[in-house]
């Protein structure tokens, strides 16, 4: 590639990358890059020339969206644009340079180098795929000032750091639809994820069409699945922005649907209704350890592993799902098989006797290799949770590795046999914690294939699902792509709330859904003041709002329950919580006269909640259990004020008044109705005046 020497080519490594290039938005971060001086005016004439030795389709396509996402954020009108391979047009105003035509493969060379000059933009690439990346790169250089649009004059050298940079999402229990998927996959393109992994069956749902074997979706689904055309435009959709689609079959156990149509797979008769397999006594108290023992004394419904038409079902449903999904990984889960149904069956028992089956995870052991092969017949290589890690398994299967209680050292076990590792374990979307826990995650190997996040749909559904992942997801996708150096979470908020609003306008809808959700939980009364309260509540984390459902009464927790509470409708991280703290440590630490009018402003608007509300208190009882947050929030509000005030004269604060104040901050830290105030930690800042660091983990229970 030319080097346009008006670009300062002393490139620096990623590290200090916050302190370097503070006016920079990008994310994830690039491997190398050299800030010049300069910049490249975006105008009308802005023209685009492809230069590859075959026509790219994937490329051309990519590009036209590029091209027509400036023009929409810019409202230049370019002049229109077909854009198409043309050697001859080395003088464009963005021209890109690809050697090889690929599609989207694990190991692909994902790297590229983008310089924008004074005159001119160059993006090369050695494929398809690492242009695409750099395309996105350009996007997100997109800058503004009283001038105009513009690109920073930049020369960036950038490659991921894992291979595998996925997300997981859980169609079977919480039905999602195409178009929802759909706008993942492009906001997950936008932060140069690659893989795509849907978990398709559980015992709450089978949510793809066979034609081999209709009574899996006719009633396994309850209506709500994907048909095959539908697959192949999701998997169509994914391809042309590099992202491969997963899918997931989860046996032997979680297979309830999978049962309610083909009773003759199970150890037992049935008949089977899709569902949850726990029954709990929901006109107790919620109790953890009762819990705890019901989900592992549950005897749930499971495949039955000694019968050779099992097997022989496995192979027509997996030939033809084989054929619907191109991409080489099928996923098999594999986990939570506690192998009590089987211990309680004669014929497994039998079996295990005759083959010398000490514990039912050697049970699982011979199930899983013969599945295998079963995929490896067709062409496709196997993954699954953790569970599944045996002595015996085949050396080409991907190992996933989720659990909490796993062993600390199990991702060394996995690698010193041999097999492939993805990391999961500390990156449970649904599990509320803020992106700052995720992006601070370590690695532990760099020899392993990458990372996924996942996010279960027990308590998620269409409408809040993407408030669910984004913009938390992009945070995740910047530590499975960036150099290990790049930690500055102060600087990775900043930069994540920015591309928060870039892929709103790109068409992801977890800002606009929540906004609609919170004008329907005002119900009519005071939205302003609804929404000012509900930007700083979060949902209790970890597994404590899952487990809390339990105790809830049965209609709450159908799958076609509403999820309209305070706390499926909180934001997991929300913008307005570090928008409070920055004010606050930059009150404490400068007195900015600034920053004290911004939070003397914001602490009245809070200090009158409460008295806002107490109507819709009144009226709503989806809002009367989150009552006292407004009152506990109010209440604080006020008492931040004093203290202003009372700092602000030179003074300290009573005794008696502190220890007040202490008082009420410990019941405001209760949660309640499934959330917890998110500012708890700033308002104790302003009354103790001391700011204490965020905490480094939250329990899960």
Known sequence: MKILVSILLVFCQSL?????????????????????????????????????????????????????TLNRRTGLYFKQQYIDTNSSRESASLVIRTHQRTGMTIGVDESYQLVVGTKQIRLEASTTIGALRGLQTLLQLLDRDNTGFYFPEISIQDAPRFAWRGLMIDVARH??????????????????????????????????ESKRFPLLQEKGSNGQYYTQAEIKEIIVFAQARGIIVVPEFDIPGHTTSWLAGYPELATKPGPYIPGSPYHFDRSKPFDLMQVMQTVQNTAKPTFQPTKESVYAFLDQFFGEMANLFTGPYVHIGADENNGLTWKQDSLVSAFMRENHFNTPGEMQAYFVNKVCGILAKYG????????????????????????????????????????????????????????????????PSEEILGGEAAQWTEIADAENIETRIWPRMAAVAERFWSPKTVRQVQDMYRRLFIISDELAESGLMHQANYDRMVRRFADGYNVKATKELLDVLTPVKGYKRLFGNWSLPESYVYPNA?????????????????????????????????SVKAIREQLTIWSVCYQQLKPLFDSSPLAKEIEPHAKNLSALSQSCLEAMDIYQSGKQPGNQWM?????????????VGDVELSVLPELNALISHQLTPLPESYSLF
């Open 562 to 594: 509403p999820m309209v509470r305070a706390a499926d409708i909180a934001m997991v991280d929300p913008e307005d919580k570090w928008t409070f703290r920055n004010l606050v440590a930059d009150y404490l630490l400068t007195k900015n006269a600034s």
């Open 659 to 671: 220890a007040d104040q202490q008082t009420l901050m410990k019941t405001a830290a209760r949660s």
């Open 175 to 208: 039905f999602i639809p195409a178009e929802v998927i759909k706008r993942n996959i492009e906001a997950m393109a936008a932060v140069k994820m690659n893989v795509l992994h849907l978990h398709l069956s559980d015992d709450e749902g089978f949510r793809v």
């Open 16 to 68: 200090g990358f916050a302190q370097t290039y503070p006016s920079l938005n990008l994310m994830p971060v690039p491997k190398a890059l050299a800030l010049g001086n300069g910049r490249f005016a975006l105008v009308p004439g802005f023209t685009v020339s492809v230069m590859t030795e075959k026509t790219d389709l994937t490329l051309l396509s990519a590009t036209n969206r590029m091209f027509s």
């Open 380 to 443: 496709k290589k196997t993954i699954g949770w953790n569970e599944l890690f045996t002595k015996t398994l085949p050396k080409d299967v991907i190992v996933q590795v989720w659990s909490p209680m796993s062993p600390p050292n199990i991702v060394g076990q996995i690698l010193e046999q041999g097999n492939p590792v993805i990391l999961s374990k500390g990156i449970y979307l649904d599990h509320f914690f803020p992106a700052y826990i995720h992006y601070n995650l370590q690695f």
